[in-house]
């Protein structure tokens, strides 16, 4: 019996690692061109928005992987299909590196509002694409666009993934009802975790034209990690390498790792590993229902 959709996600039974009080997870979402030319196709013919978007595969990769080793930490990088296709260097670097390489998609498509055979669809092309490049096969997916569907956990356990990364109502790892399946695990994120809004301007794509300094983002987000520790929960940080593969933003993210790395009890992991742990738990699976809107 699957508990009500009012469940509280702090589940009995929770609870990291011995010696551990909380946990932090570094990911990057690398979608370099795929995330601008599935939400506006005309962009490819755009030349400087198609190389603002190529940062991330032909400089930020390389930054960022220098600065994991050099932090000495393995991360998470959210891969979409279609990136591995155009980069399949900078994908291989990825995983010859030792980081984790999860799913996000084919083309960066939302899949809130496709027919589930549609979504099933895209994720077997995306699974076909890292296998072919990289030879990997993920365990873990994040929704492009961060828009899960209500069939989206049932798609995942069906195709042997171990977690979801795209739910917002907890702070801890939780694990999510899937049939008869027992259960996928839920890693949450929130969007003020994630480099996209304080750092992104394309003009007419995206963005206010109002760009933070990595010292204040940096600060945010010490705040949250600082916060999370204390109480126990996930810090699972969002990067995309055309964003913080910039120099001033990533000496800024090198010193909130430095951060993470000296606070006392945080254990910090790929997603893989932290939803590996999750699966040893004997938590009740949460059963989330679609809301039913009021009748007229």
Known sequence: MTAGADQDRTAPGFAWPAGFRAAASFTFDVDAESAI???DPASAGRRSVMSHQAYGPRTGVPRLLSLLDRTAI??????????AERWPDTIRSIRDAGHEIAHHGFMHESVAAVTPD???????RGLAA????????PSGWRAPMWEASWASAEILARNGFRYDSSLMDADQPYLLAVGDSGGLVELPIHWSLDDWEPYVFLPDLSGSGTIASPAEVGA???????AMAADGGLFLLTNHPFVSGRASRAAALATLIERAKAT????IATCDEIARWVETLALEPVDDRRPRLPAD
């Open 130 to 137: 890292l296998d072919s490049v990289a030879g990997v096969r």
């Open 220 to 226: 945010r987000w010490a705040l949250e990690l600082d």
């Open 264 to 267: 006392d009890g945080l254990w």
């Open 118 to 124: 549609e979504e099933e669809r895209l994720l077997l």
């Open 37 to 39: 030319l599935f939400a």
């Open 74 to 83: 393995k991360a998470t990088f959210f891969v979409p299909g279609y990136t």
